[in-house]
């Protein structure tokens, strides 16, 4: 019984207030029938007040329950000893990248009109940089200062190289070219709105030398708000943890994508070849993180090793507001959903079918009502959508993040 209490525990005051307010519901609704009846003499809509009371009382009770069944595994704030994301030098000083040695870790960025989170996600990058790492910067045909900036660094060492697109490639296309160019063993991602934390190229690519079967490591991740001041901590585990590649397919699949941004992994670039799937303009980086998966395992590493910047311009708002989110939800889980060491059973399947109906509302005003029909009924539940997400809904959205997108162990 004990483990049982320790892991409601966490969430027991969510449960709690939204046991409340079903009750509120049903007394609202029992209620306003009692006085609709009084005035006309009619049954409301034909049902008795207890009748609606029941109702509205049930469909909380179904969303608390699959809320229950998926409930997310989280993790405390950073310890007070945790370190800090680095603080940005000014970005009009010189960043000298020198060294000397072939490359063994090649670090790439794609560059877009950011100037400013660009230059201290260099400044990051620079506490990190040694001998056996290369830089490569990309630029999508950016008309700011950025691009001048970043040709000062690519002048003064060989080891730093910028390629200018003509047009832009979108940010798959994006990513392809940073594969393209590199030259080092391993890859490692840093998106201009994040920041590398003192020893994470190191720590990573120890973790690679160590563990010949691991194809991806994943660190922890602060998340930070625009100023950079830290608003949340994820990690993929608790503690350092190999995960068997299938094994973390199979999690990720039926929940949220555990593993993290491209800013949090590194992965070898000869298992990378394929490159990123050009069909997916959201996930296209959990896609390849399966990918990779299939070939080996995940290495999890519990410490914050960068920090990930939240704000409402990114490419997840734009993918949430668009119904992008909800089309590669499907196209992935058609991608890998049949594969033979999936797992299905009823309670991933309605943890999957709940997640997918809270994204599919959160785009509601979006998708085409007949596109939406249609994935309800193939891939999600009518139900959940129409009796559960108005009422749950508005309650995860103000959470931020909402629980049901985060992920789900075992």
């Known amino acids: 019984m004990a483990p049982v209490l320790a892991a409601i525990g966490a969430q027991s005051s969510l449960l709690v207030l939204s046991l409340l307010v079903g009750f509120l519901a049903a007394f609202l609704g029992y209620g306003a029938a009692r006085r609709f009846e009084a005035r006309s003499g009619v049954a409301a809509w034909r049902l008795p007040a207890g009748g609606w009371a029941f109702i509205f009382f049930l469909s909380w009770l179904i969303g608390l329950l699959l809320f229950f069944i998926s409930r997310p595994t989280t993790h405390p704030p950073a310890p007070p000893g945790a370190p800090p994301a680095p603080r940005p030098l000014s970005p009009r000083q010189h960043l000298d990248f020198s060294h000397t040695e072939p490359a063994v870790i090649t670090v790439v960025m794609v560059l877009y009109e950011k100037f400013e989170p660009t230059m201290q996600a260099l400044t990051s990058l620079r506490a990190n940089f040694t001998d056996g790492i290369e830089l490569i910067l990309v630029d999508n045909a950016s008309t700011d200062a950025t691009v001048a900036m970043v040709e000062l660094a690519a002048a003064s060492n060989d080891k730093v190289r910028l390629f200018r697109n003509d047009r832009d490639l979108g940010i798959v296309g994006n990513f392809n070219a940073c594969l393209m160019h590199a030259q080092g063993e391993y890859?490692?991602?840093?998106?201009?709105?994040?920041?590398?934390?003192?020893?994470?190229?190191?720590?990573?690519?120890?973790?690679?030398?160590?563990?010949?079967?691991?194809?991806?490591?994943?660190?922890?991740?602060?998340?930070?708000?625009?100023?950079?001041?830290?608003?949340?901590?994820?990690?993929?585990?608790?503690?350092?943890?190999?995960?068997?590649?299938?094994?973390?397919?199979?999690?990720?699949?039926?929940?949220?994508?555990?593993?993290?941004?491209?800013?949090?992994?590194?992965?070898?670039?000869?298992?990378?070849?394929?490159?990123?799937?050009?069909?997916?303009?959201?996930?296209?980086?959990?896609?390849?993180?399966?990918?990779?998966?299939?070939?080996?395992?995940?290495?999890?590493?519990?410490?914050?090793?960068?920090?990930?910047?939240?704000?409402?311009?990114?490419?997840?708002?734009?993918?949430?507001?668009?119904?992008?989110?909800?089309?590669?939800?499907?196209?992935?889980?058609?991608?890998?959903?049949?594969?033979p060491y999936v797992r299905h059973g009823w309670r991933k399947e309605s943890s999957r079918r709940l997640r997918l109906a809270y994204r599919i509302w959160l785009s509601r005003r979006h998708l085409d009502p007949a596109r939406r029909r249609e994935i309800l009924r193939r891939y999600s539940s009518p139900w959940a959508y129409r009796l559960v997400m108005p009422m749950l809904g508005p309650v995860l959205s103000r959470l931020g993040g909402t629980y049901l997108l985060r992920r789900r162990r075992g």
Not at 227 to 252: K, L, S
């Open 187 to 339: 890859i490692k991602f840093l998106c201009a709105d994040d920041l590398l934390l003192p020893s994470c190229l190191e720590r990573m690519a120890a973790v690679l030398d160590e563990h010949a079967d691991a194809a991806l490591v994943a660190g922890g991740r602060m998340l930070v708000d625009e100023q950079g001041a830290q608003v949340g901590m994820r990690r993929c585990a608790d503690t350092m943890e190999i995960v068997p590649g299938e094994m973390a397919i199979d999690r990720c699949l039926f929940g949220a994508n555990a593993i993290g941004e491209p800013t949090a992994v590194m992965f070898r670039r000869a298992q990378a070849s394929r490159g990123f799937r050009e069909d997916l303009s959201h996930l296209m980086d959990l896609e390849m993180w399966f990918y990779l998966l299939e070939q080996g395992d995940l290495a999890c590493l519990p410490e914050p090793l960068c920090a990930v910047r939240r704000h409402a311009g990114q490419m997840t708002m734009h993918s949430i507001k668009s119904g992008a989110l909800v089309e590669d939800n499907i196209r992935l889980f058609e991608a890998y959903g049949g594969k």
